[in-house]
């Protein structure tokens, strides 16, 4: 099953169940990926639907970090609840051991040696990791891994 129909049939499981929360995050979700199939004139795969889902959580993770810095905890909650719905939609995460060992095989694969092969090693990487990992904390891992 896709996961766009995967989306759509949680929709309709959420309106059922009269879960208003659920029901408004998977409507946001399938509204974000339509919105990037309209403005690029294409049809997202999986891959392209977790990478809507995956820059969805990192909103909702800046909207919780905002909030509680300006004390509205109440709101941060909402974000919360929120990025656990999507995160129901998104693949495993990978575990520190799998993030190491990609990132070596990445290194090994590229015979990169210095910061100049960073390009290189990341353009492996995204595609593996793609909403199974903060690529962030990734590239700051295979920067410290090539400057050692």
Request: charged letters at 30%.
């Given at each position: ?10 929709m ?92 070596t095989?990445?290194?090994t ?40």
């Amino acid at each position: 099953m896709s996961l766009l129909s995967q989306l759509k049939d949680e929709m309709k499981n959420a309106m059922r169940a009269k879960d208003k929360l659920r029901l408004g995050v998977i409507r946001m979700a399938l509204s974000a990926i339509k919105q990037i199939e309209i403005d690029d004139k294409i049809v997202l795969d999986d891959t392209g639907i977790i990478g809507v889902l995956t820059k969805m959580v990192k909103q909702r993770r800046d909207s919780i970090e905002m909030f509680t810095k300006g004390g509205r905890v109440e709101l941060a909650e909402k974000e919360a609840a929120e990025i656990k719905v999507v995160e129901d939609f998104l693949p495993q995460p990978l575990s520190a051991d799998e993030i190491a060992n990609l990132i070596t095989q990445a290194i090994t694969q590229t015979q990169a040696s210095s910061m100049a092969d960073m390009g290189k090693v990341m353009a492996i990487l995204k595609p593996a990791m793609q909403g199974k990992a903060d690529l962030g904390a990734v590239s700051g891992q295979v920067r410290a891994a090539l400057n050692a």
